[in-house]
């Protein structure tokens, strides 16, 4: 078996915590949790479940797995978040290669669930997402959200990742809450200006991008929400990314 170190970060995710640590087990030697400060019974449930817990305040989604990746006693890492899962064709994928300097990391396919639902629908899929990396060699930016593993010798699998998006619009909303405000404090980091009409303009443009270029329009009711939750996500982390300019103003005078 490959020594693998499976790293997670968490915050508040008790609902999907222990499907996760099990699921990386399958393929991994080690599993380390990296908590940010959660309030449920996150670090509990992963302790339980033969995790290593770490707690570190949140960074930011590509710093907080590179400090995942300083816990683990292994320099491959298989990162994941908690509301994932590895499907079969990854698990027997893995079972069979052999981890070896031809590559420093690895991509996998990622499926990502409304519900019970798959959905496909304007780019939502194949997703490609690299997950499996040599740390020694390679590792996650810093970027707040959206953060990748860049590198040059990657291994383009056809093997599944299972992503659990949301059960419900309220679980939905909650998230994009969230990810919105990071990718609005990535944006005022690499200093994007504060605009009136930019996100109004950007978040048409997202809709269009979404039903028109990828082809939403013609995949029927799933074509639609992509679009439609994508523009309302677009349009957050701009205004959002406004308020944090009027932030650093009134604190300025």
């Given amino acids: 078996m490959n020594k693998i170190t499976g790293t997670i970060i968490t915050l508040n995710a008790e609902k999907y915590i222990e499907r996760a640590i099990k699921s990386l087990q399958s393929i991994c030697d080690e599993v380390v949790v990296l908590d940010s400060e959660s309030t449920d019974l996150t670090r509990d449930i992963a302790v339980k479940s033969g995790a290593k817990v770490f707690i570190q305040p949140f960074l930011g989604d590509g710093a907080q797995k590179k400090e995942a990746s300083k816990f683990s006693k292994n320099n491959w890492i298989f990162s994941m978040d908690a509301d994932e899962y590895l499907a079969n064709d990854l698990v027997e994928f893995m079972k069979k290669i052999k981890l070896n300097d031809d590559y420093d990391s690895y991509s996998f396919r990622r499926k990502?669930?409304?519900?019970?639902?798959?959905?496909?629908?304007?780019?939502?899929?194949?997703?490609?997402v690299t997950r499996l990396y040599d740390k020694?060699?390679?590792?996650?930016?810093?970027?707040?959200?959206?953060?990748?593993?860049?590198?040059?010798?990657?291994?383009?699998t056809k093997m599944h990742i299972i992503h659990n998006t949301y059960e419900s619009m309220e679980e939905w909303i909650d998230k994009m809450n969230f990810r919105s405000s990071m990718s609005a404090q990535q944006l005022h980091k690499d200093g994007v200006r504060a605009s009136s009409i930019r996100p109004i303009t950007r978040c048409i443009f997202a809709f269009f991008k979404k039903l028109i270029i990828k082809g939403g329009i013609f995949q029927g009711k799933n074509g639609f929400k992509v679009a439609l939750t994508t523009m309302f996500n677009t349009y957050l982390k701009y205004i959002k990314l406004n308020d944090l300019h009027k932030k650093k103003d009134s604190s300025n005078e």
């Fill in 112 to 128: 990502n669930f409304c519900g019970d639902e798959w959905i496909k629908a304007a780019g939502f899929y194949p997703d490609e």
């Fill in 136 to 156: 020694t060699k390679v590792n996650y930016d810093t970027r707040a959200d959206h953060a990748a593993v860049a590198s040059i010798k990657k291994y383009k």
